[in-house]
């Protein structure tokens, strides 16, 4: 059973940093495309960050310069590193894995994990 396990969430103040981990398990990680989703209360989930196989990456006007993605191969493992946080980055923060272009079935989420940035 493919799973995709996040950490790294928790309470920050404005303007601290955070780094998510995302693990994924029972995939070739490496044929997937990566991304960061956030989900605040009342509203619909959005792209934060994405990154290719080739380590090609793009992000969200919101968080372009204070948010980095990453990724490790060997590891199976995606990252998104966090800086100067701001109250409205106050969300669940998903892990998605994204192989479609192979098969279309091939698309998994991580269970969130809470980012909550509060004084």
Known sequence: QVQLVESGGG????????RLSCTATRITFSRYNMAWYRQAPGKQRELVAHITRN????????????????RDDAKNSAYLQMTYLKTEDTA????????????????????GTQVTVSS
């Open 11 to 18: 309470v920050v103040q404005p303007g601290g940093s955070l």
């Open 92 to 111: 669940v923060y998903f892990c998605n894995a994204d192989a479609t272009h192979w098969s279309p079935h091939l698309n998994y989420w991580g269970q």
């Open 55 to 70: 380590s090609m990456t793009n992000y969200s006007d919101s968080v372009k310069g204070r948010f980095i993605i990453s």
